[in-house]
């Protein structure tokens, strides 16, 4: 048996080192150590014999098994080196070629508007304000003129956290961004002009609206101000947002708690082949509300009403991309779905901004 091993031995390793390619690598591995393998079939052959055999013959089939294994990867080894050698020589890389175009990301819609209306006020005179989203019952409603009556306070209107030990509701999520305005007004001394944009959070959802959502309010606290002042801010702004010389705005009688005389915004459009397009007047679409800030809450700010006037506005930030991009439902804003986003999702590198061109 010692010279059937020897022989084995020898014609194994001869094989391996004599095979061509990794198939016929992988041929003699199946053919020695496979389940049907000749050293497999000899590592059986233990089992029926003796102690005093097995004790002969157990290493030497053993040191079989574990030769041709060895040989086996190294011999796979070096095949895979040569093919790899082969390749590098074979192939070339010019330098100098372009890389190949990664998928870039992209800026979403809302991020966008924001990023284009906080341009256009810049140009205007206006700073960024921000604040909390989490709010007390004195910044969201009281300060602003709001009552306890008034239905923006209602369970099923406002987002509350839970009650106080004393039952007192003391804190929720802000449902506009005003309570930026009254912040802006305490801590900073006139003349101010300030936008605040950021989420607000209202229990609605349809089409429309969603009880997550962004908006954008201006404020502007001076001597002497005046609703001309306010018309001619919204015009200029209106219309470099929707790039058109040609918006006309009307201000129609409203009512807000916290303006006095209050208007809402018409924007004007026209109908060609049966769309709507902004400019003219054949038709009216609301945009935005505003009005002149309440004597009230110019005064719940330490600010004295007879010496300091001023104007607010607010719009909702989704709806204006909505309107700009050809947007028609509010959800899509939110449902994450990639394919919407790269329908219209912005060139994080070519953001079209007022600096850099509107609409480029």
Same mark, same amino acid.
């Given at each position: ?18 095979? @061509? +390619? %990794?198939?016929? /690598?992988? $041929? ?13 079939? %000899?590592?059986?052959?233990?089992? #029926? ?33 040569? @093919?790899? &050698?082969?390749? %590098? ?15 870039? +990301? ?10 284009? %209306?906080?341009?256009?006020?810049? &140009?205007?005179?206006? $700073?960024? $304000?921000? =604040? ?9 409603? *009281? ?8 239905? @923006? ?28 305005? !009254? ?22 959802? &349809? ?25 001619? *801010? ?13 918006? /006309? ?9 916290? *303006? ?7 924007? =004007? ?17 609301? /945009? ?9 809450? !110019? ?15 607010? *719009? +909702? ?11 028609? &439902?509010?959800? @899509?804003?939110?449902? #994450? ?7 219209? =999702? ?12 509107? +609409? $480029?």
């Amino acid at each position: 048996m010692t010279s059937d091993l020897d022989q084995l031995r020898s014609d194994l390793l001869a094989s391996i080192d004599a095979a @061509a +390619g %990794l198939d016929a /690598v992988e $041929a003699i591995r199946v053919s020695a150590l496979g389940k049907a393998g000749s050293v497999t079939g %000899l590592l059986k052959t233990l089992g #029926g014999m003796s102690p005093e055999e097995r004790q002969t013959a157990g290493p030497r089939i053993h040191g079989l098994r574990e030769a041709v294994t060895e040989a086996l990867a190294i011999r796979k080894a070096g095949l895979e080196r040569a @093919a790899l &050698d082969a390749r %590098l020589a074979s192939e070339t890389l010019d330098m100098s070629l372009p890389a190949d175009g990664v998928a870039p +990301g992209s800026v979403h819609p809302v991020s966008q508007v924001m990023d284009e %209306l906080a341009e256009i006020f810049a &140009d205007l005179g206006f $700073a960024v $304000a921000s =604040g909390p989203e989490i709010e007390d019952d004195w910044h969201n409603f *009281t300060a602003l003129n709001i009552p306890e009556s008034h239905p @923006a306070r209602a369970m099923h209107d406002t987002f509350y956290f839970p009650p106080e030990a004393d039952g007192t509701q003391k804190h929720l999520l802000r449902t506009h961004t005003s309570p930026v305005q !009254i912040r802006t007004m305490v801590k900073d001394k006139p003349p101010i002009r300030i936008i605040a944009p950021g989420r607000v959070y209202r229990s609605d959802s &349809d089409a429309t609206h969603t009880p997550m959502f962004h908006q954008i309010e201006g404020l502007v606290i001076d001597k002497g101000i005046t609703l001309g002042h306010l018309k001619w *801010t919204l015009e200029t702004f209106l219309r470099a947002f929707f790039e058109r010389d040609d918006i /006309v705005l009307r201000l129609r009688p409203s009512y807000f708690p916290f *303006t006095e005389p209050s208007a809402e915004v018409d924007i =004007g459009f026209t109908w060609k082949d049966g769309k709507r397009v902004l400019g003219g007047s054949e038709g009216w679409m609301e /945009v935005l509300g505003s009005g002149m800030v309440h004597p009230k809450v !110019i005064a719940a700010c330490g600010l004295d009403p007879d010496e300091w006037q001023g104007f607010a506005f607010g *719009t +909702g930030i989704d709806r204006l991309a909505m309107l700009k991009y050809g947007m028609d &439902d509010l959800r @899509a804003f939110f449902d #994450g779905d990639l394919r919407w986003l790269r329908h219209y =999702g912005f060139s994080a590198l070519d953001v079209p901004t007022l600096s850099g061109g509107v +609409g $480029a």
